[in-house]
């Protein structure tokens, strides 16, 4: 079974720094591209930031020139740098990735989500 374990979140003051870190393992021929998503209470669930196979990436307005999204395809991990935190960055972060596995099926996969809490 295909698992995405993230790791890295936890409480920081405003204008403060997280590394998430989300880690795909399990029977995997190929990942594809890699995101991460944020839920804040009351509101749906949104893509922050995305990485394609071969590097290329997409953010999220609110976060341009804040995160960085990375990848090491050894590794099967991939990484979400934030700086410069705001309290309206408080969610729960989710890790998703699109993989084939060994038996040949491609599906997406959710991480089981990590909390971000930005105090003021």
């Known amino acids: 079974q295909v698992q995405l374990v993230e790791s890295g979140g936890g409480l920081v003051q405003s204008g403060g720094s997280l590394r998430l870190s989300c880690a795909v393992s399990g029977p995997t021929f190929k990942i594809y591209s890699m995101a991460w998503h944020r839920q804040a209470p009351g509101k749906p669930r949104d893509l922050v930031a995305g990485i394609a196979t071969y590097g290329t990436t997409y953010y999220e307005e609110a976060v341009k020139g804040r995160f960085t999204i990375s990848r090491d395809n050894a590794k099967n991990t991939v990484y979400l740098e934030m700086n410069n935190l705001k309290p309206e960055d408080t969610a729960v972060y989710y890790c998703?990735?699109?993989?084939?596995?060994?038996?040949?099926?491609?599906?997406?996969?959710w991480g089981q989500g990590t909390q971000v809490t930005v105090s003021s």
């Open positions: 998703n990735s699109d993989v084939r596995s060994t038996d040949g099926g491609l599906q997406s996969y």
